[in-house]
């Protein structure tokens, strides 16, 4: 059994008998199969963050105590319609399409059983999922307001001889911002500030030097982001941030 790739159904419900008849042993094992497929690591939240299971994910964490995915969890839980609460007209959508995630010609695995109090995310964490989703809508359309500004983009050292690249991202801010893969829904925000990162800034004119700050300075901001993501959650405390920083 442990040679094969278990389905999510199944390493769920080895965490919760595990949990519940204190078995370390299957329940260390059943807790990398899940950090085999979800990771707490921003490195690896991927630019589409939708996943089928994030309102299951999220339910199983808080029954058995596991603190190191609930991060992901919520974020994932932002691309849900809803925000993972189950469809009144189409109850059957949510499962159907999860069944077209976990494929059983992939997966070894029994059939899944889900029930409904397996999907029942608490007010609590319905209201934090809210305030999140609050968050990056605010945080990003914010930060999309004004051109991005640094002094290496203004140096007159770097520059001599050459545009002050400060001036061409002024100038074509709109153009920048305007892609697909940068604006829009804003609770994809850690995947907005990896496009963005990534923006081809030499067909702009933007030399290298600069080029490499931007793509620093959005790494920095992405790293910012996600630990002010805690905050809000209450997984963390500023006072927490600080330290980290220090």
């Known amino acids: 059994f442990m040679e094969k790739e278990s389905s999510f159904f199944t390493v769920a419900c080895l965490i919760r008998a595990s949990d519940r008849w204190n078995v370390p042993s299957c329940k260390s094992w059943a807790l ?7 990771s707490g690591a921003l490195r690896d939240i991927p630019n589409d963050s939708y996943d089928f299971y994030a309102a299951i994910l999220l339910v199983l964490l808080r029954e058995c105590d596991i603190t190191s995915l609930l991060q992901t969890a919520f974020y994932s839980l932002l691309s849900h319609q809803r925000c993972g ?10 499962s159907d399409n999860r069944k077209c995630a976990d494929d059983d010609e992939f997966y070894k695995h029994e059939k899944e059983d889900w029930s409904v109090d397996d999907e029942e995310i608490s007010r609590r964490d319905l209201a934090l999922t809210l305030s999140l989703l609050e968050f990056c809508d605010v945080e ?7 051109p991005l500004t640094d002094p290496t983009f203004s140096d007159a050292i770097i520059h001599k001889g050459k545009s002050i690249c400060q001036d061409i991202i002024d100038k074509n801010w709109f153009n920048l911002i305007s ?21 081809d800034l030499m067909e702009y004119g933007i030399c290298m ?13 992405k790293q910012d982001i996600w630990e002010e993501m805690g905050v809000v959650l209450g997984l963390t405390s500023p006072d927490d941030d600080e330290e980290t920083a220090s």
């Open 32 to 38: 990398r199969q899940l950090l085999s497929r979800w």
């Open 85 to 94: 609460l189950p469809n009144p007209l189409d109850p059957k959508a949510d």
């Open 140 to 146: 990003w359309t914010t930060t999309l307001q004004n």
């Open 179 to 199: 892609n697909d893969g940068v604006w829009g829904v804003s609770y994809q925000i850690i995947g907005r500030v990896n496009n963005l990162k990534v923006t």
């Open 209 to 221: 030097p600069c080029a490499q700050r931007w793509k620093d300075i959005w790494e920095e901001y």
